[in-house]
């Protein structure tokens, strides 16, 4: 017997090392909120535009005041630090009938991009030099243009998608001359999509662009110069059924090990994504003029594209496609995506696709139709049932992130569950960082919180995760965030996030205040 203890006493001793020995799991991360800055404005009476400046690790903010009288609002420019500290201010002076569009940056200068709204034609941009604050304003005349959608600067000059005669094409605004020129090798009838990368290492500007013969989707590559030539073209294509619809493209300096171009692609609808493509371009061509690199991955067959759904829902999808497939026959997905640029990540890049769905709502009343966006280079018609539905805005249901080499092989994917994320215009929501252990943190801001998930490649991890917005510097306030509108989040300097929007804050002493909101977001 006491041979016995001693044995079972030796195991279990060994059997405590073994368990010590084990790696110990991550550490959890938890976002940071060490600066925050507040403007005293108020949602009915002012309008915030946030333009964070790489370069610098700085911010620049547009504010808008309405004030007495018809058009007589007014604007100011305002630089804030790395730590949300006032650099300058400046006034801009603007005739009442320009409204704002579009902001972007270059280097240490920022642009501003101004329609009017007697004149659609009629533009305004406003370059800031962030280091100055000196503002130039330059007026253009197009004469053609009607809805703008997108805005990136590339050497100086602005590339605006515009839409023209129902064709999407790129205005090019030289502000060096004050001249403007239409792109005539950027030209395709709606509906289409388009994806632009200002290579500013490479001074080039890179195009991709979705055609259709009504059968058949193909992308045509498009590659400008700084001012707007065209060095080349060529077509990205398959030789199956499948149509490829959109795509982000890769640097051209970053393009030793192969150049990616990643996407989605359709079996029919071109609205409708069946799943995922990757090539790379310098892998060349078939004799047929398919690319011999091009590669497909079904939304079917994602380790957890379907995380969105309950797990019984998912295994039933899961369970009907495997049949199909043994019947070779596909199941069809009918899922709307709206990609983001490439991130380089490790030996290759991150692909962040947000799936997001129309919405609508129904009346009584009689209807009319409704000509709206579903992406700035792509277009949907708004259709009723029973004659009553009107276009209401979109929801955001999940973000997919994948992991790509350069050669295009996929190497893991992973899901951002959504909560109830709505959009009147659809714009980019889902943030992505870098941890400082390798591993990658995705985050959006809704409402109050930020909910975020800490992403290591293709391992299961919590999308239930967020903290509440802080409203102040100091642990000890007692104060809480009671309305928070018009929010945010913009990817900073470094591995920081910039959350903003317009607040009322109920402190527990002292009056409540309405403010404007920066605040400092990072994950360390």
């Known amino acids: 017997m006491k041979h016995l203890s001693s044995l079972l006493l030796s195991i279990w001793l060994l059997a405590a090392n073994s368990v010590g020995a084990q790696p110990a799991p991550p550490a959890p991360y938890t976002p940071a909120q060490n600066g925050r800055l507040e403007l005293e404005l108020q949602e009915y009476s002012a309008e915030v535009e946030v333009q964070p400046i790489l370069q610098d690790s700085s911010v620049l903010l547009l504010v808008k005041q309405d004030e007495p009288g018809i058009r007589n609002d007014t604007y100011q420019l305002q630089k804030y630090n790395h730590r949300l500290q006032p650099v300058w201010k400046n006034k801009l002076d603007l005739a009442g009938e ?69 064709h999407l094409t790129i205005l090019l605004l030289d502000l060096a001359t004050g001249k403007h020129q239409f792109l005539p090798s950027v030209y ?11 290579d500013s290492a490479a ?31 060529e077509f990205v294509q398959a030789e199956s059924e499948r149509g490829l619809i959109s795509a982000q493209i890769s640097p051209a300096t970053d393009s030793a090990e192969g150049r990616l171009l990643a996407g989605t692609y359709t079996l029919r609808d071109p609205r409708y994504s069946q799943g995922l493509f990757a090539a790379d371009l ?32 998912a295994s039933r999808l899961r369970q009907r496609s495997e049949k199909m497939r043994a019947a070779d026959r596909v199941l069809r997905l009918r899922y709307r995506t709206l990609m983001h640029d490439l991130v380089p990540f490790e030996d290759g890049y991150v692909m962040v696709a947000e799936i997001y769905f129309p919405h609508y709502r129904y009346n009584s009343y009689s209807p009319s139709l409704v000509y709206n966006p579903y992406y700035y280079s792509a277009y949907d018609r708004a259709s009723w049932a029973s004659g009553n539905r009107n276009f209401d805005g979109y929801r955001v249901t999940h973000a997919l992130i994948c992991g790509f080499d350069k050669r295009g092989n996929l190497l893991w ?49 919590p999308n239930d995760l967020s903290v509440n917005l802080t409203t102040s510097a100091l642990p000890s306030a007692r104060e809480k965030a009671t309305n928070t509108t018009q929010e945010g989040l913009l990817t900073w300097y470094g591995n920081r996030l910039l959350a903003y929007g317009f607040q009322h804050v109920r402190a527990e002493r002292g009056p409540d205040r309405d403010v404007f909101f920066l605040n400092t977001v990072s994950f360390e």
């Open 98 to 166: 320009f409204q704002f569009q579009r902001f972007c940056a270059e280097g240490t200068t920022a642009y501003a991009l101004f329609q009017s709204s007697y004149v659609e034609h009629r533009l305004m941009v406003a370059a800031v030099d962030g280091s100055t604050g000196r503002v130039r304003t330059v007026q253009f005349d197009t004469k053609l243009t009607r809805d703008i959608y997108d805005l990136k600067a590339l050497a100086g000059n602005l590339f605006v998608t515009v839409l023209v005669d129902n």
């Open 188 to 198: 395709e009838p709606l509906p289409a999509q388009l994806s632009f990368l200002a």
């Open 203 to 233: 001074q080039r500007a890179e195009f991709v662009l979705s055609q259709s013969n009504g059968f058949k989707n193909r992308l045509q590559l498009k590659h400008l110069s700084a001012g707007g030539t065209l060095l080349t073209s």
């Open 282 to 313: 310098t892998a060349g061509v078939t004799p047929s003029g398919s690319r011999r690199s091009l590669r497909f991955y079904d939304f079917a067959n994602l380790k957890h594209f379907f995380d969105f759904m309950s797990p019984n829902r």
């Open 413 to 461: 994917d992973n899901t951002l569950v959504m909560k109830n994320v709505e959009l009147r215009d659809l714009t980019e929501t889902v943030r992505l960082r870098k941890l400082p252990d390798g591993r990658l943190a995705a985050s959006y801001l809704q409402n109050d919180k930020i909910y975020y998930k800490v992403i290591d490649r293709a391992a299961p991890s």
